[in-house]
């Protein structure tokens, strides 16, 4: 007899649209694990509530999506170093009796750049688009794979300077608005939520020269309103996000079974997305 599968969910609001059931039920079927994942739709004034109620009633893990990921840093008992350092929580783990909080998403973006597309990160020159959430979860691991340097532009410089602050004794951090931007970036990785808008951050085109990489954490069908810019200014190659969606789903498999599915073939299954599906 089977037993009983062990219990995994993401939980977020809305969260329908996710693509991580599907993700993690590949991983699942690849790798020979008996656990099932489901979505967990919260409405915000009770996430506290229904996540711990999740793990009373013998939950094992959850991913955290938006707008969640900062409310769950706050739940659990312990957070990782990469969690703290992004203020942030996409994935707990039960261990014991205790709520453990880390963040995949940074290692999710390296890996994608990496190993999928070929751009290993040392000694590249980064730009990052947008300082929110999204970009904080990133900037710490960009700098430990070795990058030579970060520049962030937000439309709001205050808060590009308070990661520089953050991030400083890391490497190499400096900030301005869009507008200041000068020079060409290896690396210019669209971190705002402007193209959930179908907008794209008003930087000078100049950051791209012949062999930049253009990088957008969103995704969707198709090309985004930046992906489709770069590509319209000669980037050497323009994409969007699925693959860092993948690799941080990837890492929090392993944190939760033991076990590295391969991403590969996840990737190519969803490579040919439906409309209107988000994290
Ligand atoms: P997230 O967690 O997705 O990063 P967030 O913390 O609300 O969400 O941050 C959104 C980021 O996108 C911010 O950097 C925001 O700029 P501001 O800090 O100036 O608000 C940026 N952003 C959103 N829409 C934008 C747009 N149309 N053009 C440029 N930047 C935009």
């Known amino acids: 007899m089977t037993a009983n599968p062990d219990r995994y969910a993401v939980a977020g609001f809305p969260v329908k649209h996710s693509w991580s059931p599907f993700i993690h039920g590949l991983f699942a079927k690849q790798t020979g694990q008996n656990m099932v994942y489901r979505l967990l739709e919260i409405p915000p004034e009770h996430f506290r509530g229904d996540v711990l109620a999740f793990f009373a009633d013998g939950g094992k893990g959850l991913n955290v999506t938006l707008p969640f990921k900062q409310a769950a840093a706050q739940l659990v008992n312990r957070l990782s170093p990469r969690a703290e350092q992004a203020g942030a929580v996409n994935t707990i783990i039960r261990q014991d009796h205790e709520l453990i909080g880390d963040n995949t998403d940074g290692i999710g973006l390296v890996t994608d750049l990496d190993h999928n597309l070929g751009l290993p990160l040392k000694g590249k020159r980064v730009l990052v688009l947008g300082a929110g959430g999204a970009a904080r979860g990133v900037i710490g691991p960009l700098l430990t794979a070795g990058v030579a340097g970060i520049h962030i532009a937000n439309r709001s410089v205050g808060r590009a300077e308070e990661l520089v602050e953050l991030f400083k004794s890391l490497g190499a951090v400096t900030c301005s608005t869009f507008a200041e931007v000068t ?29 930049t990489v253009c990088y957008d ?3 969707g069908s198709g090309d985004t309103a930046f992906t489709m810019w770069a590509k319209g200014y000669g980037a050497s190659l323009a994409v969007t996000g699925w693959g ?4 941080q789903a990837a890492e929090a498999f392993f944190l939760w079974r033991g076990v590295r599915p391969q ?17």
Do not use: C, H, Q
């Open 244 to 247: 860092m969606l993948v690799e």
């Open 217 to 219: 954490m969103s995704y």
């Open 183 to 211: 020079g060409e970036f290896d690396l210019v990785l669209n971190a705002t939520s402007a193209s959930m808008n179908g907008e794209v951050p008003p930087v000078p085109p100049s950051v791209i020269g012949e062999r």
């Open 263 to 279: 991403t590969r073939p996840v990737l190519d299954a969803i490579k040919k997305p439906m409309p209107g599906k988000k994290s």
